[in-house]
């Protein structure tokens, strides 16, 4: 029993700091100067992008792209600039925590 309760105390933790890792990559990668999680500032929350892509089969490959790339007219007049400053890797890890967020 005292085992059951530390492993699942030790994934937890695990969880959790994957989750909050990747909101800080976000914040070094400069995301948050355009984006929150829970509501719009230049760009959309990350929770209506989540929901606006949930359940298309390539909605990573299209984020992945747009955040790398950059892209317009999806959310609005204003666009979103490339990001040179963001590896591929970088970019992936993002949007599956981006589509996580609900």
């Not at 085992?3 to 937890?12: A, D, G, Q």
């Not at 984006?35 to 989540?50: E, R, S, T």
Request: hydrophobic share 50%; glycine share 6%.
């Amino acid at each position: 029993m005292k085992r059951s309760l530390m492993l699942f105390t030790v994934l937890s933790a695990l969880a959790s700091s994957s989750a909050m890792a990747n909101a800080d990559l976000a914040k070094a990668k400069n995301c948050m100067a355009c984006h929150a999680v829970a509501n719009k500032v230049v760009g959309p929350a990350y929770k209506d992008v989540a929901a606006k892509y949930a359940g298309q089969k390539d909605a990573e490959a299209k984020l992945v792209a747009k955040v790398l790339k950059g892209g317009a007219g999806a959310w609005g007049a204003v666009p979103m600039p490339a990001n040179p400053q963001v590896s591929d890797a970088e970019a992936r890890t993002l949007v599956k925590w981006i589509m996580t967020q609900k």
